[in-house]
C-alpha cells in the first residue's frame, strides 16, 4: 500500500509535471504547426455549441477555483468562515461541474455520431474525453459525497501540493484520504501528463494579449527607418529592397 | 506622411471571359492538399450570382468587414469582447455546406468494373469522408447563370433593386452577366488581421501582403467570420487558416503572380502604389458615401518630390518608387480613375480594383439585313441567319447609359458603395475611349462628336490613348511592374518547397504534421 501510495503521490506527479513541462516547451519550440485547438466547428457548427460552450465555461471556473485555492487558501478559508458564502461558492462550483460533464458527454457523442468528425478524430481525443469525463464524475462524487471540498482542499490538500512544488514531498495526509478523492488527484496528473500529446495543449496558448493588442498588426523584416537616410547616400546601412 | 508601398492591383472586368484559368493555376501551386481542397483562393464568379461561399455579400448571415456605429468602427462579427467570449463556439462562422463538400469520383470503376448488362459509372466520393455524396454544390455551381431561380436571384446585391427590375434583369432575351474573379485584396484596414486572437496574422510593411503564419495560427477562426470576402479558409484537416498569399514567394523572385500570368483575357495588372499609413484611420472612419474617395486620397503621387523624399526617409528603396512610377495599377485607379474597389462600404480599403464591365452590360442588339454576307458563303458551310447583331453604333451613347441591360444601382451596389455616378462615370470614360479610337482606327466619326465625348467623360486624347494600350495592346511588361528584390534576400525567404509539394505550399521545409 505504501509503495503505491509512493509511486501515484510522489512519482506520478513528478514524472507528470517533467513530462509536461519538457513536453510542452519542445512542442511550443519546434513542432509550432501542431499548436492548435483543431477546431472542428467548420465540419459540423450547430451540435457544438451545445458542447463546447458548457463544456469550456466549466472547465475554466473549475480551473480557476482549483488554481485559488491551491495559492491562496487563506482567503478561500477567510471566505468560506460564513457559511451563506460557503454555500454560494460550492453550489457555483457544482453548477459549473454539470455544465462541464454536460458539455463533455455532447462532445462525445457528437464527436461520435457526426461521420465526418471520424476524419478528425484520433484515439488520444477519445482518451482525453473519456480521462475528463472520469474526472469530472469523481468531481462531482466528492463535492456531493465529501462535502465543503473547497474549505478542507484547502487545508489538506494544498500543504501537499506545496509539499510537491518545494520538492519535500509529504503524502501522510494525502494517503489517508477517501479512495475518489484519491482516483481524483491521480487523474488530475495523469491528464497534466499527457498535454504536451493531446490537443489539451492548446489551453496553454490563449490569446489574452489579443486585449490590449491593436487591431492592425504591420511587420517589417527590418527596421526600416534604420535603413536608409536620404542624406548619407552612401551609409554603411544599404538600403534593402522592398 | 507615412509613406509605405503596398504590391496592388487592377482586375479589368470588360475583358474577363470567366475561363477559371487563374483558379486553376492557383489551385494546383496552393491547395491542392488534403483539407484544403474546398478553397479557392482565387475564384471567378458569375454576376449576378450568389458566388463562393454562397451569398458571401450578405453580412448579414456571415457578420463579415467592419461597421460604423455612433462614430466608432468595430469589426462586425469578431473584434476582442465577441471575437474572445464567442472563441468556444463562433456563431458567425460558416462551414463546409456554404462552400461545397469537396469529391472526386472513383474513376478506377470505369476500368476495372467486371463485365455487365450496364455501363460503369465513376459514383463521385467525398474527398472528406471518402463515401459516396450526392453533389449538392461545387465550385462554380452558378457558373454562367446556372440554376438563376436558386442563385442569380439570390443576389445580394439585388436587394436595393425594386422587384420590376429585378425581373428585367432576368428576361431571357435581355439577359446578361459578367464574372467577377476574386482573390485576397490585400486590404490597407483587414479584417482578418484585426480579428485574428493570436496574432498570427499580418500585413507586410515592405509590399502590403496579408499572411497567416501558420505556426502561430491556433485554429480560433476568427478571421473566416471577420473577412468580408470570405478569403481566410479554414483547413479542416490541419487545423490552421489559410489564404492568398499573393503567391509571395514568385514575386519576391520577380515573377508574376500564378492567377496573374496565366489570365488567358489578359484582364489583370499589378503594379506597386505608395500609399500614406497616416490617413488610413481618418478614411476609415469616414461616411459610407465618403469612403472611395477617401480610400483613393490615401494613395500618393511617385511623381511627386515630397512623396519621394519620405518615401525614402521610410527605407522604400529607389527601385521600388521607380516601380511606383511605372505601376500600371495607379495609371488605373489615380491617373485615369477607372477602377472601383469591390464593397466599399466593407471599410476594409481593399487594395485590389475592378474596372466595372461595359460590354455585357450596355451592349444592345439591333436587327440587320444579312443577306449580302449570307451570299457570298458556300451554303454547305455554315450559314448565317442571325439577323442579329451587337449595336456598336454611337451614335445614342449617353442616352443607352440609361437603359443599360443591367440596372446601375446593381453595379453600383458591387463596386461603389451605393454610387451610381460613379460607375456612369467609368462608363463614359471606357465608351470615350472606344469612340476616340474608332476615330483614329476607322474614321467614321467626326472629330467634334469625338472630342465632345471625350471632354464630357473628362479625359484627353492621350488619356485615351494611354487607356487604349494598357487595355488592348499591353505587354507583360507592362501589365506587371513588379519591383526587383534582392536576389540573396528572395533566396533567404524563400525556402525551395518542391521537396513537400502537397504538405505544405507555405514555404515551410519541415514536413506537415497536423496538431495531436
Redesign the interface.
Known amino acids: 500500500m505504501n509503495a503505491l501510495n509512493n509511486f501515484f503521490f510522489i512519482a506520478l506527479p513528478y514524472m507528470a509535471l517533467v513530462i509536461f513541462l519538457v513536453g510542452s516547451i519542445y512542442r511550443f519550440t519546434y513542432k509550432g504547426f501542431q499548436f492548435s485547438s483543431l477546431s472542428s466547428q467548420f465540419l459540423e457548427g450547430r451540435k457544438l455549441f451545445y458542447g463546447s460552450v458548457p463544456f469550456h465555461w466549466g472547465v475554466i471556473f473549475l480551473f480557476l477555483g482549483h488554481l485559488i485555492a491551491f495559492l491562496f487558501p487563506r482567503e478561500v478559508l477567510a471566505w468560506n468562515s460564513q457559511p451563506v458564502r460557503l454555500m454560494i461558492l460550492e453550489i457555483t462550483a457544482f453548477i459549473f461541474g454539470i455544465s462541464m460533464l454536460v458539455g463533455l458527454v455532447n462532445l462525445l457523442v457528437r464527436r461520435y455520431t457526426t461521420p465526418r468528425l471520424k476524419f478528425v478524430t484520433n484515439k488520444m481525443d477519445l482518451v482525453i474525453y473519456l480521462l475528463l469525463i472520469f474526472q469530472t464524475v469523481m468531481g462531482l462524487w466528492i463535492a456531493y459525497n465529501f462535502r465543503w471540498g473547497s474549505s478542507w482542499f484547502s487545508t489538506l490538500l494544498t500543504p501537499y501540493l506545496n509539499s510537491i512544488f518545494t520538492l519535500q514531498p509529504d503524502i501522510t495526509v494525502v494517503s489517508l484520504l477517501p479512495l475518489t478523492v484519491k482516483l481524483h488527484i491521480i487523474g488530475a496528473f495523469v491528464i497534466i501528463g499527457l498535454i504536451p500529446f493531446s490537443r489539451l495543449i492548446h489551453f496553454l496558448v490563449p490569446p489574452i494579449d489579443y486585449i490590449w493588442r491593436p487591431y492592425q498588426q504591420v511587420r517589417w523584416y527590418w527596421g526600416r527607418r534604420k535603413v536608409r537616410s536620404p542624406r548619407t547616400p552612401w551609409s554603411v546601412q544599404r538600403p534593402k529592397n522592398n | 506622411m507615412d509613406v509605405?508601398?503596398q504590391i496592388s492591383m487592377v482586375f479589368h472586368l470588360d475583358k474577363c471571359i470567366g475561363c477559371h484559368t487563374c483558379s486553376i493555376a492557383c489551385k494546383n501551386i496552393w491547395t491542392d492538399r488534403k483539407g484544403a481542397e474546398y478553397m479557392w483562393w482565387n475564384n471567378v464568379e458569375t454576376k449576378p450570382g450568389t458566388g463562393y461561399p454562397t451569398k458571401w455579400e450578405d453580412q448579414n448571415i456571415y457578420r463579415g468587414g467592419w461597421q460604423k456605429t455612433n462614430g466608432k468602427v468595430t469589426?462586425k462579427g469578431a473584434?476582442?469582447r465577441r471575437?474572445?467570449t464567442n472563441?468556444?463556439?463562433?456563431?458567425n462562422?460558416?462551414?463546409?455546406d456554404d462552400y461545397y463538400e469537396p469529391f472526386t469520383y472513383k474513376y478506377l470503376d470505369l476500368i476495372e468494373s467486371p463485365e455487365g448488362d450496364d455501363q460503369p459509372t465513376a459514383r463521385p466520393v467525398s474527398l472528406?469522408?471518402?463515401?459516396p455524396i450526392d453533389i449538392k454544390m461545387g465550385p462554380n455551381w452558378d457558373d454562367d447563370l446556372s440554376g438563376t431561380p436558386d442563385y442569380g436571384r439570390n443576389d445580394p446585391n439585388l436587394k436595393n433593386l425594386s422587384a420590376a427590375e429585378q425581373e428585367v434583369m432576368f428576361q431571357l432575351e435581355r439577359m446578361a452577366f459578367f464574372y467577377l474573379p476574386r482573390i485576397c485584396n490585400h486590404c490597407l484596414?483587414?479584417a482578418c488581421?484585426?480579428a485574428?486572437?493570436?496574432?498570427a496574422?499580418?500585413?507586410?510593411?515592405?509590399?502590403g501582403v496579408v499572411l497567416i503564419n501558420?505556426?502561430?495560427?491556433?485554429?480560433?477562426?476568427m478571421c473566416?467570420t471577420a473577412c468580408p470576402y470570405k478569403k481566410s479558409y479554414?483547413n479542416?484537416?490541419?487545423?490552421?487558416s489559410e489564404k492568398c498569399i499573393l503567391c509571395f514567394p514568385r514575386l519576391e523572385a520577380g515573377l508574376a503572380p500564378a492567377c496573374m500570368h496565366s489570365c488567358v483575357g489578359r484582364i489583370r495588372y499589378l503594379g506597386v502604389l505608395l500609399y500614406d499609413?497616416d490617413k488610413i484611420e481618418a478614411a476609415v472612419h469616414d461616411d459610407e458615401k465618403n469612403l472611395i474617395d477617401r480610400h483613393l486620397d490615401i494613395i500618393l503621387d511617385p511623381f511627386d518630390e515630397k512623396v519621394i523624399?519620405a518615401a525614402?526617409?521610410?527605407?522604400?528603396?529607389?527601385?521600388?518608387i521607380h516601380a511606383a512610377q511605372f505601376s500600371p495599377v495607379y495609371k488605373y485607379v489615380k491617373e485615369w480613375k477607372l477602377a472601383l474597389p469591390l464593397h466599399a462600404e466593407f471599410r476594409t480599403l481593399p487594395m485590389l480594383f475592378y474596372v466595372p464591365p461595359l460590354l455585357p452590360v450596355m451592349a444592345t442588339v439591333k436587327q440587320v439585313d444579312n443577306s449580302d454576307q449570307a451570299e457570298k458563303m458556300n451554303p454547305i458551310a455554315k450559314y448565317w441567319d442571325d439577323n442579329w447583331l451587337y449595336d456598336t453604333s454611337t451614335k445614342e451613347l449617353w442616352g443607352t447609359l440609361d437603359q443599360v441591360r443591367f440596372p446601375l444601382k446593381y453595379l453600383a451596389s458591387l463596386l461603389s458603395a451605393g454610387n451610381e455616378d460613379m460607375i456612369k462615370d467609368k462608363w463614359k470614360k471606357l465608351m470615350a475611349v472606344r469612340i476616340h479610337r474608332r476615330r483614329v482606327t476607322v474614321g467614321d466619326v467626326s472629330n467634334e462628336k469625338a472630342d465632345e465625348t471625350l471632354r464630357e467623360a473628362g479625359i484627353t486624347a492621350e488619356m485615351a490613348d494611354g487607356i487604349f494600350y494598357l487595355t488592348a495592346l499591353a505587354k507583360f511588361e507592362d501589365r506587371f511592374v513588379i519591383?526587383?528584390?534582392?536576389r540573396e534576400?528572395a533566396i533567404e525567404?524563400l525556402d525551395f518547397t518542391g521537396d513537400t509539394k502537397g504538405e505544405v505550399g507555405f514555404g515551410?521545409k519541415?514536413k506537415?504534421?497536423?496538431?495531436?
Open positions: 509605405r508601398s469589426l473584434g476582442k471575437g474572445l472563441i468556444f463556439y463562433n456563431p462562422l460558416p462551414v463546409i472528406i469522408t471518402g463515401k484596414n483587414p488581421v484585426g485574428c486572437p493570436s496574432g496574422i499580418y500585413k507586410r510593411g515592405e509590399d501558420q505556426e502561430v495560427c491556433r485554429a480560433w477562426r473566416v479554414y479542416w484537416h490541419t487545423g490552421k499609413a523624399r525614402k526617409m521610410n527605407g522604400v528603396a529607389d527601385s521600388t519591383p526587383p528584390a534582392h534576400q525567404m515551410i519541415s506537415i504534421r497536423r496538431g495531436l
